[in-house]
């Protein structure tokens, strides 16, 4: 990932804004021991421990794409493209349609990215979105098959790291969601031959299409270890302070869908169950934010203004 | 694509315009502020993004050949990348083919005509451009993107470099061409120009073309730059305002 080279006084002014006076609450005869820190539960940039930053997110953003969506989360920049082209289905799964993911870590969001430098980090991306999406109930995959067996949609969902600020999985999701709420496939007919062979007709209306349910689409909440306490949507000066992270990922309905540990420290169990909760309670609201800004520039319609990076 | 008009009788093109027009041109500088210098472009449905790092020190293949940096110069890195969602049909790989490398070259070609290296010896400046979306004329696109991101970047060069393509059809000289007319399959060319004094940093051709026509060829394509030049300059002075007005000036 980008990194950020910190001293050791600008970690120990980090780690202490987050620590809430773990002495104080420990210890119950009252006095305080000596040596520790009150810290406050306040970010460098004011944040507590559970804000996310300001995030902008606009769908429709490319116009070759059945579906597009840009985030921009603090410093960081997503844009994600969603192509639907017919293919086969999997053999395993023959009346299904699949997703197939790929991250590009574009050289513009760090030179060390440049060639294949930040192959490593996209693939780590998209094994986990992967992950994410590898369960029954996130994406209607049974609404993408054509005819089983032989044509079923699959939607390449491409993302584009454009700019590196912290937290890439937690932007990464949600412009993946947003940029699959925006898709519209085509609608088909299949006609069959007397000989039996079967083509594909596709609708001439270019507004005919169907749209993805993404009531239960996962996002992902990244919490970080800093000190004793944890923080949602960390920046990159206080990644580069965290020594593990916890990846969750979570529905709108509170459900775990994948969690994953990041990072070469590690974790004791019981910050394990904590974070678990925290997400689960950040992953409801974020979801509920995300819903309504969507539903809210769908109903501009046609007519919005388009602003993309012109903005 | 046999039957489809290039050029109608009145003269105009596939998407209405005259023969020497070109396509609606808007950009913006300063577009990601980890960056030295960024900026994105937007000619017709063509949208390019381009980040400039630099001057900075020279990353080198330690122990193979040392260090590249040259004594004498500035060394400038250009990386052309387009999206997979750029293009009609899905790209499989956003760099590392050989057009793409081809276009880096080109690119550093232009660049390194037209930035003061002499000023920044042995030190390396990056130029990445990102193509988000392919509508013809990426060449020209990415060439304007990165003036502006050099010049947001602060690093000094001899005059802008404005580039456009330009083809030829029945006769007479097409500018600013989109990827319908592009994908008939006639002569192209790809200019980029320093308007100031004219001088050429890069000129190609694909295709034939007879010499007889390659003199308003060229001469529309240069017209074209010297246009996409007025339109950068305004662009440029706009984001200088506005900062200035943002520093309190």
Known sequence: ?311 | MAGLELLSDQGYRVDGRRAGELRKIQARMGVFAQADGSAYIEQGNTKALAVVYGPHEASGLRGIGGSRALPDRALVNCQYSSATFSTGERKRRPHGDRKSCEMGLQLRQTFEAAILTQLHPRSQIDIYVQVLQADGGTYAACVNAATLAVLDAGIPMRDFVCACSAGFVEGTALADLSHVEEAAGGPQLALALLPASGQIALLEMDARLHEDHLERVLEAAAQAARDVHTLLDHVVRQHVREASILLGD
């Not at chain 1, 699949?98 to 574009?106: A, G, K, R, T």
């Not at chain 1, 950040?282 to 969507?294: M, P, R």
């Open chain 1, 1 to 311: 990932m980008a990194s950020v080279a910190l001293s050791e006084a600008e970690k120990v002014y980090i780690v202490h804004g987050v620590q809430v006076a773990a002495a104080l609450l420990r210890n119950a005869a009252g006095t305080r021991v000596a040596g520790e820190e009150a810290g406050e539960d306040l970010r460098v940039d004011g944040r507590s421990c559970e804000d996310y930053r300001s995030v902008e997110v606009e769908t429709d953003v490319v116009s070759n794409t059945s579906g597009s969506a840009r985030v921009k989360l603090g410093h960081t920049d997503i844009l994600v493209g969603v192509k639907a082209e017919m293919g086969t289905p999997k053999l395993e799964k023959p009346s299904e349609g699949y997703l197939e993911f790929f991250v590009d870590c574009s050289a513009n969001a760090t030179p060390e990215f440049e060639g294949r430098g930040g192959d490593d980090l996209g693939t780590e991306i998209a094994n986990t979105l992967y992950r994410i999406f590898n369960n029954k109930s996130s994406v209607d995959l049974k609404s993408l098959c054509i005819s089983p067996r032989e044509h079923c949609w699959v939607l390449y969902v491409d993302v584009l790291l454009l700019e590196c600020g912290g937290n890439l999985f937690d932007a990464i999701s949600i412009a993946v969601k947003a940029a699959l709420f925006n898709t519209r496939i085509p609608r088909v007919r299949v006609l069959e031959d007397e000989e039996g062979s079967k083509d594909i007709e596709l609708s001439d209306d270019p507004y005919d299409c169907i749209r993805l349910s993404v009531e239960n689409v996962p996002c992902i909440v990244t919490l970080c270890k800093i000190g004793y306490r944890h923080v949602v949507d960390a920046t990159l000066q206080e990644e580069a302070c965290s020594l593990a992270s916890l990846l969750v990922s979570v529905t709108s309905k509170g459900v775990v869908t994948c969690m994953r540990k990041v990072g070469k420290g590690s974790l004791d169990p019981e910050s394990i169950f904590e974070m678990m909760e925290t997400s689960k309670r950040v992953g409801k609201v974020l979801h509920t934010s995300l819903q309504s800004i969507l539903h809210k520039e769908e109903s501009l319609g046609p007519k919005r203004q388009k602003v993309g990076f012109l903005g």
